[in-house]
C-alpha cells in the first residue's frame, strides 16, 4: 500500500475530483457545503500520500479509496432512482410512479 501504482491513483483521484468539481465556485467561508469540505479533504489527503510518515499515508490511502466509494454509491443511488433496477444500458427513465 506504500506505493500506489499510478492507476491506483487515478482511481482515487476520481473520486476527489467528483466533489472538487461540484465545489468549484462555492463558497470556502462560513459553513461551507458538504461537497466543499470532501474536496478540501482530498486535497489534504493527496498531500498526505507522499508522506514520510507510513501511518499518515496509510490513513490518507483509506480516506481516499473511502471517497471513491461514497462517489460511486451515491451515483449507483441516482440510477436507481432514475432507471429502476434494471442492468440494461439502453432502458430509458421511469416516471414518477416508477414505470
Do not use: W
Not at 34 to 46: D, K, R, S
Not at 74 to 96: H, L, S, W
Amino acid at each position: 500500500m506504500d506505493q500506489l501504482t499510478q492507476d491506483h491513483r487515478a482511481d482515487l483521484r476520481a473520486g476527489c475530483n467528483h466533489y472538487e468539481n461540484r465545489a468549484r465556485f462555492l463558497s470556502r467561508e462560513g459553513n461551507i457545503e458538504f461537497v466543499t469540505l470532501m474536496a478540501e479533504a482530498c486535497g489534504a489527503a493527496e498531500n498526505s500520500l507522499g508522506s514520510l510518515r507510513t501511518e499518515e499515508r496509510q490513513a490518507a490511502h483509506l480516506f481516499l479509496h473511502r471517497v471513491l466509494q461514497l462517489k460511486d454509491t451515491i451515483i449507483d443511488m441516482n440510477m436507481r432512482r432514475v432507471y429502476g433496477e434494471t442492468d440494461n444500458p439502453f432502458a430509458k427513465p421511469q416516471d414518477a410512479e416508477g414505470d
